[in-house]
């Protein structure tokens, strides 16, 4: 109790250099600050409230605001004055693609570092960041993965064409799970897996240099979200940086069954890896993009 009271003592808004613009009142979720007798007041009482989001410091343009656990030097970048304009966000989007054919180059770790730190910018469902990425910047390690990923979707495959396991699998997936394996896994890669048998063809992580798994503990609140939308992030800044990159749903299913997948890429246990994405310099260069019309729009 003494320490939480100490936290909340810290909770600061610098009579000195605040201007009374009252943008931190406005703009805290959940209404630490109010307008006082000319002055920013903390409601101490709603302290307890804070979900670190930053939002407080990252609108006051003194930097007047102190919040526990965020710093201006550590926890925030100053924005540049110019915002991208429309055409330059449709522009990311539309000449982004899922690149599978990727040269042998491999990608410097600097690469790989920049698009770590973009996933960074990622809003989360919930503060603090319980993201955790696995960068795997040696083909070497991938493809000591590879037939232990080969080995669990033939013995799956294998179930599926069994009625009576299959009834089993249908009973312990979700309903989307088991239409996506039995719907296009199974029939996919039955014979995918074929191919890579005999000729040593990657249909997995199509030879990318590189594997970045996006995981977090399982209990961590909003992880889910948080992944999802950090892997987004991460496929876009590749794109930027001039890389290509997809997500590989086939993976995480894979690491999470066992098979020694998570002691190789060095995951805790207690952690669930729910996105991956493979990045490389891409091979070939796409001439135009595609657009696919979405299930259906209502407005309301």
Known sequence: MTARREERKMF????????????????CPTMIYEKGDKAVRVVDERTALCIGCGHCMAVCREKAVSVPTLSYERDFTEL???????????????????????????????????IVRQIGFA???????NVEVTVVKDRATIERALPLMVDLYKKLIGL?????????????????????????IAPTYAMELEVMRKTGQDVITYGAPALLLLH?????????????????????????????ATAIGLIPPAIEQGHGLKELFGIPADNEVLASMIVGHPKVTFRRCIRRDLKKVTWV
């Open 80 to 114: 540049p004055a110019a915002k991208p304009s429309a055409e330059d966000f449709l522009r990311l989007i539309r000449t982004r693609r899922s690149v599978r054919v990727f040269k042998k180059d491999p990608v410097d770790a600097s690469a790989l570092e920049e």
């Open 160 to 184: 599926l064409k069994n009625p009576v396991t299959r009834f089993i699998v249908k009973r312990k997936v979700p309903p989307d799970v088991f239409n996506t394996l039995t719907s296009h």
């Open 123 to 129: 809003p989360m469902g919930f503060p603090p960041q």
């Open 12 to 27: 600061v808004v610098d009579r000195e250099k605040c201007k009374t613009c009252w943008s931190c009142v406005s703009v």
């Open 216 to 244: 977090a503990h399982r209990e961590a609140g909003c992880h889910t979200e948080n992944i999802y939308i950090a892997l987004a992030f991460g496929l876009l800044a590749a794109h930027a940086m001039g890389l290509g």
